[in-house]
């Protein structure tokens, strides 16, 4: 007896409903090599993804985004796996999502549940944080 689950989306199951509360933006593309190291000056990052900022790690990027918030007087963040997935799926004016780098989310990695959650930020802890992109399945640098 087969199973009809994808070998490489066994963890993506089940689909189940979530819903998204408030309004939220995310930026059109990446952050920047040039724009991160505004943060960190020294930061070099990897050029396979050239413009953008990779070989972050997730701490790297949530201080990014507290030094960002701190910067411009606005609230910055990475968006929660919900939000990223949302936002891939419904606009069409984002661009990278699935054939650039990985993305980190704000969301701990834990298995999917079939029930409707409302802002789901995953696990309260774990071993890893999520990641959403392009190249997923290959060999890519990420985040």
Not at 125 to 131: D, L, N, P, S
Request: glycine content about 6%.
């Amino acid at each position: 007896m087969g199973s009809n689950i994808s070998p490489a989306k066994w963890d993506e199951q089940p689909i189940h409903k979530v819903k998204i509360s408030q309004p939220f933006c995310i930026s059109e593309t990446e952050v920047t090599i040039e724009q991160f190291r505004q943060f960190k000056a020294e930061f070099e990052g990897t050029k396979d993804f050239d413009p953008y900022a990779t070989g972050v790690s997730w701490y790297d990027a949530m201080a990014f985004c507290q030094w960002l918030s701190k910067k411009e007087g606005k609230p910055y963040r990475v968006p929660i796996e919900a939000e990223w997935e949302y936002a891939c799926k419904t606009e069409p004016s984002l661009k990278n999502m699935l054939s650039s780098a990985r993305e980190w989310c704000l969301d701990w990695y834990s298995e999917h549940t079939d029930d409707v959650q409302v802002d789901p930020i995953g696990a309260e802890y774990g071993i890893a944080k999520v990641v959403r992109g392009g190249g997923l399945d290959s060999e890519s640098h990420g985040c």
